[in-house]
C-alpha cells in the first residue's frame, strides 16, 4: 500500500489549485529573488536632476566650539545672575532669621 503524501513531489506535475502559482516562487527568505543580484545590500547612487550648487553669496561656516559648551556659557550669560539672586532672597531670610 503507497501512501501518496510519502512520495516526494514532482514539479513535473500539474500542480492542483492555487498551487500551480506558486510553485516557481522562492521558497526561502523574505523577498528572495531567484536572481542573484550583484549589488547585495549596497547603498544606490542618487543622480539629482537640477543644480543643487548653493548661492553666490551664501557663507557657510561652522561653530568649532562643542553645542554642549555654548548651551552651557548661553544658559550662564541668561539665567546665571538671574538664578543667583534667586539663590540669594531664598537664603537670604534663612540666614538673617538665624542671626537674630
Do not use: W
Amino acid at each position: 500500500m503507497e501512501d501518496s503524501s510519502s512520495q516526494p513531489f514532482d514539479h513535473d506535475q500539474t500542480a492542483p489549485g492555487a498551487s500551480k502559482f506558486l510553485s516557481d516562487l522562492p521558497s526561502r527568505g523574505h523577498l528572495s529573488s531567484t536572481i542573484i543580484s550583484s549589488n547585495l545590500g549596497g547603498m544606490r547612487v542618487y543622480i539629482c536632476e537640477h543644480n543643487t550648487s548653493p548661492p553666490e553669496m551664501q557663507h557657510i561656516k561652522t561653530d568649532q566650539q562643542n553645542i554642549l559648551i555654548r548651551s552651557l556659557m548661553l544658559n550662564n550669560n541668561k539665567g546665571g545672575s538671574s538664578s543667583k539672586d534667586v539663590k540669594a532672597a531664598a537664603e537670604g531670610p534663612r540666614k538673617s532669621g538665624i542671626k537674630q
